[in-house]
């Protein structure tokens, strides 16, 4: 039979047990997140190329990628009548930049020369990431309608010229799978050695049924006499996994800066101004680099700092003043390969020995709880139980209040009750039948906490409840001016006692003026009416402003606090533009 709680207690224990808090290890010091969390991934974190090195003829377990040659009056497909596959040395010529290439050849007449390259995404994925990376999708059907989800784009880069009757044009063509057609054709008409790029981001359209993608390089038909010759120096795949397809190790990342210069990944933390912080990592490849840019609360750059570097190991830096966060991000300088491992940042001026940061998981615990056992932290959950009795205590009081006439020796005045007419003013009539009902919304229980019912005279059992300067309960005979002032006098009182004032000012244009106020405010408010609190160019059209501490641009300031009221400013040549003459502007001041 299952256990009921029956205290605040026992309810408690009941559902704390359902919880585990587990500690993954690392380290408090190291404020930087794995890379797989948290992170800002330059997409060519995740690329990397196919190509035809160490490809032997014939054979797809050293390099599963094809290339063939041919020549006819039309394209041939992937599966149509090639003349044959290269050969291993050809492979090898086409395997690097390397000024060699090869070259198929036609003369017959109306006949293209023709290269295909086929690159089997399959086994690129599964010779650089791993079978796990595929999860259930076991078979060939499985796995590549996997890929057509878990790729986002290729880029194939082809390296060759052509030469025809027609000059020197040379094509790069696309396989559709749908269409059974090549589409998307680029060509150039250059006499040496020029790079094609192609770009596709439509898998369902590129991968065929066996996780196959081609392409095609051809040139201009001969005429019979001059020959249709297509020149291949070199060709590569760049394949772009999507995010979160690949899972990152934790504190390695490798960023191939193959097409791009300043492919940077970054992270974006908390960091206070004016600490001091050290970063540290092993960077591989030259030109590779770590650096910090420390941003301001708009998350606008302050400034950045020196880098880290495959020489440099470690960096310290000091955040300037307007720091709230702090930018770390990891880039090149040049193309390559790029490795980053064991990125820290730690406050501190030196660096320490590498740990990776701290983190917890909440997991449900498994089961049902049949009984509340022995409490967990019993201190702080017997605290709770008698907090909550003792509001359980004051509430029955309040009510009590509300619903009993306080004692006396005159059932005539013991039944009396405070009420307040329809101006707000005090006054202590007999109830009805209706006042008895209604006495929790018209009954001020809260200004006689004493007992103004025990009297045996009018004199007595009319007296008004005031309250003093101080917001004091107090008695006193009422005289025409206090009845009639009563509703002023409170409503004075509650506005003097408010922890705020607000109001709206107009600008009229000066550099700084002050907004009056009745006391020095620890923090102030402005919005301009019809604008937001920044500019679309930064400007201040109002903020949060507190004692010490102003709105301001790392500049100039736009709003701060002084005695006994604010200072606001404008000028037409920077960004203050919180005293814009003929602008209206909304104002909470706070004490």
Same mark, same amino acid.
């Given at each position: ?67 063939? @040659? &041919?020549?006819? !009056?039309? #394209?041939? /497909?992937? $599966?149509? +009548?090639?003349?044959?596959?290269? *050969? =291993?040395?050809? @492979? &090898?010529?086409? !395997?690097? #930049?390397? /000024?060699? $290439?090869? +070259?198929?050849?036609?003369?017959? *007449? =109306? ?481």
């Amino acid at each position: 039979m299952a256990y009921t709680p029956t205290t605040w207690k026992d309810r408690a224990v009941q559902y704390a047990k359902r919880y585990f808090l587990r500690d993954n290890g690392g380290s408090d010091k190291n404020l930087l997140p794995p890379f797989n969390e948290g992170w800002t991934l330059h997409e060519n974190t995740r690329m990397k190329q196919g190509n035809y090195v160490g490809k032997v003829s014939a054979s797809t377990v050293e390099n599963p990628n094809i290339s063939k @040659y &041919g020549s006819a !009056a039309a #394209l041939i /497909a992937p $599966s149509g +009548s090639w003349s044959g596959e290269l *050969n =291993t040395t050809d @492979y &090898g010529k086409i !395997a690097t #930049l390397n /000024a060699t $290439s090869i +070259s198929p050849a036609t003369s017959t *007449n =109306t006949y293209q020369a023709q290269s295909i390259f086929s690159f089997d995404l399959i086994e690129h994925v599964l010779r650089n990431y791993g079978s796990s990376v595929f999860g259930v999708a076991v078979t060939t059907p499985e796995r590549v309608a996997w890929l057509k989800l878990n790729i986002a784009k290729f880029n194939v880069n082809w390296h060759g010229y052509g030469s025809s009757p027609s000059g020197n044009k040379a094509y790069l063509g696309l396989w559709n799978t749908s269409s059974s057609l090549y589409d998307g054709t680029l060509n150039h008409t250059n006499g040496t050695v020029t790079k094609i790029t192609q770009t596709s981001t439509n898998m369902t359209l590129r991968i065929d049924t066996s996780g196959f993608v081609h392409f095609i390089a051809y040139a201009d038909a001969s005429n019979g006499t001059t020959a249709s010759t297509i020149n291949t120096d070199f060709v590569e795949l760049e394949v772009y996994m999507a995010a979160g397809s690949i899972p990152q190790a934790d504190y390695t990342l490798t960023l191939r800066g193959a097409t791009a210069y300043v492919s940077a990944s970054n992270v974006i933390i908390s960091a206070t101004a004016g600490a001091t912080y050290t970063l540290s990592g092993i960077i591989t490849g030259s030109g590779g680099y770590s650096d910090i840019n420390w941003l301001d609360i708009y998350g606008a750059t302050i400034s950045g700092t020196g880098a880290i570097t495959p020489s440099v190991t470690s960096m310290t830096a000091t955040a300037p003043a307007g720091t709230v966060s702090a930018k770390v991000f990891f880039s090149n300088t040049v193309y390559g390969t790029f490795t980053f491992t064991n990125p820290q940042l730690e406050l501190g001026s030196s660096a320490t020995s590498f740990a990776p940061m701290k983190t917890y998981d909440v997991t449900q615990a498994p089961g049902i709880v049949t009984q509340a056992g022995t409490p967990l932290n019993a201190a702080n959950l017997n605290t709770l139980e008698t907090g909550l009795q003792t509001a359980a205590a004051t509430m029955d009081t309040h009510i009590a209040l509300q619903t009993t006439v306080h004692g006396s020796t005159s059932a005539a005045t013991a039944n009396k009750l405070i009420h307040r007419d329809a101006n707000g003013r005090a006054k202590v009539v007999a109830p009805s039948a209706s006042d008895d009902i209604a006495i929790k919304d018209t009954v001020d229980v809260h200004a006689a906490l004493t007992n103004p019912h025990n009297a045996t005279s009018a004199a007595t059992a009319s007296r008004l409840v005031l309250r003093d300067a101080n917001g004091r309960a107090q008695f006193a005979d009422p005289s025409a001016a206090q009845d009639a002032s009563t509703k002023a006098y409170t409503d004075t009182t509650a506005a003097a006692a408010r922890p705020y004032a607000s109001g709206t000012y107009t600008g009229d244009g000066t550099a700084s003026r002050t907004i009056a106020l009745a006391f020095t405010p620890a923090a102030v408010l402005v919005i301009a009416r019809n604008a937001s609190m920044r500019g679309p160019a930064g400007e201040i059209n109002g903020g949060l402003a507190v004692t010490g501490s102003d709105v301001n641009t790392g500049v100039v300031s736009g709003l701060s606090v002084t005695t006994n009221g604010f200072v606001v400013n404008y000028n037409s040549g920077d960004e203050r533009r919180t005293n814009q003459n003929a602008v209206i502007y909304h104002y909470v001041a706070f004490k």
